[in-house]
């Protein structure tokens, strides 16, 4: 695979969805940067003359061969970005899975089960909150009354966002919520993804595999005060949440220290707002991931505890709701040690970051993770990065993947 190969099909999606102060990209869900990458992609199938296959759940399908029985070999990634992300976490996955099928193709390679290419929808939760809504929804790890009820920033919720959404295929529209038939057919789902850290730099490698996925999930904060005048109420009278929040933003980085874990609360949202003003609510967001489930809870737990010891203080209250949670992933055991032979002896390594792979692997299918290095370890910000080179490197890994779960032998 040359890497201008790459690099070209690369540049022709690059563009959609950028956001030229930053050069972070904005393709949140159902979006019109999120209609036009489903666009893109339903040309890139269509000139491979890959079958489209849309859900009901906002995930969109293009198969080499017909999906049939139990035997399909899936593989693809998504779209979505995180506000200002980078461009690589998630279409590096449909890109290479393009260009692994055009390997294949002119490797003369006919396969003896299905290929599929799968754009899951609404992976990074930027726009509703719950992370991987789409593959959730289609493996049933959501409860598909409450997936539709979600609202985005502006009160439009999931129902109207799906609805909304142009045909993909002459078909009527599946039903939202599960979907044990499409599951059913796969035997195994393998996710190329960027690496979101620096061990491939520093085991010198362009490609991996996955092991494991941390335990984590995302916990919404309400601090509730009162909001006054910033000039005349005395510091004794007030009853500042944001103290609270402070409080609680030093406490989540000391208690994931103290556990090796890693918490992180990057989101807040303040009200009302204003500089002259005390707050009368601020809600924030904690994102906590450990090694081990049990870590994660007593870290969310000890997070908690401050932040009410704290709100005490300040006679505010602070409420604590979980809004995506995410088990332990320990990948296919078989899966991975045939991959990691098949592609020569690749290192084998755990994340800290979640996948659509994650909500599948949970769901019983076989599932995978490729990893390609990414020089800087950045993600979910405009610096993420990996090289044509490496990138051309990770096709060509995904093409021996798929030749070796899509022919001979069963995967
Ligand atoms: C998704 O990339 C996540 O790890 O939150
Ligand atoms: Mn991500
Ligand atoms: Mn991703």
Redesign the pocket.
Known sequence: MPQARFAALWQSLAPIGQDSRTGGYLRYAFTEADAACREWFAEEAADRELTLDADGNGNLFAWWGAETGGDAVLCGSHFDS?PH?GGY??PLGIVSALLAVDVLRERGFRPVRPIGIAVFAE??GSRFGVACLGSRLLTGAIDTARALSLVDANGVSVATALAGLPPATDDDPAPAGPDPDRLGRLAAFVELHIE?GRALVDLDAPVGVASAIWPHGRWRLDFVGEANHAGTTRMADRHDPMLAFAHTVIAASEEARAAAAHATIGRVSVEPNATNAIAGRVTAWLDARAAEQSTVDSLVSAVHERAKARAAIDGVTVGLTAESVSGETAFDAGLRDRLAAALGGVPVLPTG??HDAGVLSAAGVPTAMLFVRNPTGI??APAEYATDADCAAGVLALATVLETLAGGAAP
């Open positions: 995180v992300g976490d998630g992976e990074e979101q970051a979640g993600s979910h």
